[in-house]
Nanobody, 124 residues
Framework: QVQLVESGGGLVQAGGSLRLSCAASERTFSIYAMGWFRQAPGTEREFVAAISRNGERTAYSDPVKGRFTISRDNAKNTLYLQMNTLKPEDTGVYYC?????????????????WGQGTQVTVSS
């Protein structure tokens, strides 16, 4: 069972950048497809970005496309989310998630393991 720990959240002004990290407990990190999701108060958890096991395929939600970049370093058992040109509507708790499979997965129900989340707040 893999454990996931997010870090890198914080308070940033609109237009700024943040880089989130998600450290995995297992050296078999490379067998998992990974994803980032976010949840704002009073809303459902929504898909942000996903990446395949080897990092060759990615997917993004329309609101973040062109501003966010998902990547992974399998040697370091770490997933990343580079967030640029942040907007107030990007505010929320960001979660990383892991699942088995050879594709990219954009539905929360497809993921088995979740981190505790890291808060991102973008001020206007």
């Amino acid at each position: 069972q893999v454990q996931l720990v997010e870090s890198g959240g914080g308070l940033v002004q609109a237009g700024g950048s943040l880089r989130l990290s998600c450290a995995a407990s297992e050296r078999t990190f490379s067998i998992y497809a990974m994803g980032w999701f976010r949840q704002a108060p009073g809303t459902e958890r929504e898909f942000v970005a996903a990446i395949s096991r080897n990092g060759e395929r990615t997917a993004y939600s329309d609101p973040v496309k062109g501003r966010f970049t998902i990547s992974r370093d399998n040697a370091k058992n770490t997933l990343y989310l580079q967030m640029n040109t942040l907007k107030p509507e990007d505010t929320g708790v960001y979660y990383c998630a892991a699942t088995w499979g050879g594709s990219v997965y954009i539905s929360a129900s497809q993921y088995t393991y979740w981190g505790q989340g890291t808060q991102v707040t973008v001020s206007s």
